[in-house]
């Protein structure tokens, strides 16, 4: 407000006096300006000298303060040093005796340990002793058994190869023998069967001759008689027939019941070979 109202004052002087007060004015504003700022500079350098000083007296007592800080955190620093140096002393201290105690364990435990080790090595040692004799008396006897034993099987081999063969030439014996008697069974019965077709033949014939000569001495007048001599020709004829069934039968029964023994002998003779191989 005071500036508005000064410019417009020098407005109206500066109307009133013309250009050489305007002049005039100029170079009055020019020296105030010049002594304004000149008295800014005296202002800002007694500015910066207090203000210097303030920060000077503040960086003192902030230093000072500092310095008590300082001062305090040391003697507190070497009160937890001389604390620490305590503590370490006692740990170190604790720790040996701990170590100490460890050690001692340790040793007791190792003297333990070494005393039962060397009580089991002594077990051992005889255990070990007694099997070492126990192996010397059976590396004696283990031979000894195994001699022994292979003269026992040896002997049993050889009783038993003696027993088999012994059986064979008792089994080849009997076999001969059985097939000497079917043979001569066989043999006897064909004889037999052939003493008896030809004695029947003969018989057979003989009748039938007398037959014959009968009807030819009679001729034919009795027919009566004819047939009986029919009906007994007829049952001699039956008679004659029934026998050579029988024969034949009995002739049949004989080569099955060789059939059968020439079976089994077959079969017999492939278990022998069986056995021999």
Do not use: W
């Amino acid at each position: 407000m005071d500036k508005s109202k000064k410019s417009k004052s020098k407005k109206a002087t500066i109307e009133e006096n013309g250009p050489e007060t305007i002049e005039d004015e100029k170079k009055t504003q020019t020296k105030t300006l010049l002594s304004g700022i000149i008295g800014g500079f005296e202002t800002f350098d007694h500015e910066m000298k207090v203000g210097t000083r303030q920060r000077r007296e503040k960086d003192e007592h902030r230093i000072a303060q500092l310095r008590n800080e300082m001062a305090t955190m040391e003697k507190t620093l070497n009160s937890e040093i001389t604390k620490r140096i305590e503590m370490n002393k006692s740990l170190h201290q604790f720790c040996e005796n701990e170590i100490q105690k460890m050690v001692d364990h340790f040793e007791s435990l190792l003297e333990t340990r070494k005393k039962a080790m060397t009580d089991k090595i002594r077990v051992l040692t005889n255990r070990i002793q007694a099997l070492e004799g126990k192996f010397e008396i059976e590396m004696e006897r283990i031979p000894r058994d195994i001699e022994e034993r292979g003269e026992k099987l040896a002997k049993m081999l050889k009783d038993f190869e003696e027993r088999f063969e012994a059986e064979r030439a008792d089994r080849l014996r009997r076999e001969a023998a059985l097939g000497k008697a079917l043979a001569d069974h066989e043999h006897a019965a064909a004889l037999r069967f052939d003493r008896e077709r030809t004695s029947r033949e003969n018989t057979y014939v003989e009748l039938r001759k007398a037959l014959e000569e009968n009807a030819a001495t009679r001729g034919r007048g009795d027919a009566k008689f004819q047939a009986a001599v029919r009906e007994e020709l007829a049952a001699l004829r039956n008679a004659v027939a029934l026998e050579r069934q029988t024969r034949e039968r009995e002739d049949d029964e004989i080569v099955e019941a060789l059939n059968s023994y020439t079976a089994k002998l077959q079969t017999s003779l492939k278990i022998i070979n069986s056995s021999e191989t």
